[in-house]
């Protein structure tokens, strides 16, 4: 099993009500395919978790050519063991839900290396794929 992660920024604005049919729409489509993940929007600004088998490549080369935002930052595919996110086949996760497991200022520290190129790929790998799994820490939270 692999999973990708990336960080975009949209080219078009994106209403609350765009971001939750664009999950539902994903997440319908993702259950076809056996994928699971996660979709964070803030600002202008998605980080976004996927992961399944060999589907999640092309799902990744769809997403690249999506013109609605453009790719800032991509993991390589990484082998993850098991699913963190079974659960999910795409999750939109908020920012009310993002402070729950304080995140927001890891992102924002990730994309300063990303906007200022000037990162340690390596670094800005590890701190995302902590990112990614700290996330998963909200399929256990209640309320």
Known sequence: ?????YISKA?????EKALTELCIQSAAKNEEFDI???LCFFGNTFLQYIEGFDEVITLMDNIRADTRHRILYETEPEYVG???FSS????YVK????SKVRLEN????NLHFVNKNYFDKDRCNMYLWQQARTISLLQDLRG
Do not use: A, P
Not at 11 to 15: D, G, H, L, Q, V
Not at 106 to 109: D, G, I, L, T
């Open 36 to 38: 699971t993940g996660f």
């Open 82 to 84: 098991r699913r963190n």
């Open 106 to 109: 890891c992102v924002e520290q």
């Open 95 to 98: 920012d009310s839900e993002l």
């Open 11 to 15: 080219n078009t604005e994106f209403t």
């Open 1 to 5: 099993m692999k999973g990708i992660l």
């Open 88 to 91: 999910w086949s795409m999750k």
